[in-house]
């Protein structure tokens, strides 16, 4: 397990970007598949992607696919969700999650053992 923290939400307007930070701890940091999953209220909770933990594999959810990118910097213990062209409907919490799992890609909620706390990220028209 890793603890993890998020910072970056905010409200913005729509087209306009927005970078998402996780801090993790521990040092096993390049051993875990990060990722984000978001919720918006009266939805359920939409895998947005992730990465490896080399950071050579990256996967994204068709709503989001080529509009956010997912890095990470191993050194840092720290992943980023970077969104551009926000739209009113990206409007959520957004929260960073640790895999130890295989098939993290499969964005199932129960691949990800660690979970952050959530930053809001609001989205107005």
């Known amino acids: 397990q890793v603890q993890l923290v998020e910072s970056g939400g905010g409200l913005v307007q729509a087209g306009a970007s927005l970078r998402l930070s996780c801090a993790a701890s521990?040092?096993?940091?390049?051993?875990?598949?990060m990722g984000w999953f978001r919720q918006a209220p009266g939805k359920e909770r939409e895998f947005v992607g992730g990465?490896?933990?080399?950071?050579?594999?990256?996967y994204y959810g068709a709503s989001v696919k080529g509009r956010f990118t997912i890095s990470r910097d191993n050194a840092k213990n720290t992943v980023y969700l970077q969104m551009n062209s926000l739209k009113p409907e990206d409007t959520a919490v957004y929260y960073c999650?640790?895999?130890?799992?295989?098939?993290?890609?499969?964005?199932?909620?129960?691949?990800?053992?660690?979970w952050g706390q959530g930053t809001q990220v609001s989205v107005s028209s």
């Open positions: 521990g040092r096993t940091f390049s051993s875990y598949n």
């Open positions: 999650v640790a895999s130890a799992s295989g098939i993290w890609w499969s964005g199932r909620p129960e691949e990800f053992g660690s």
């Open positions: 990465i490896s933990g080399s950071g050579g594999f990256t």
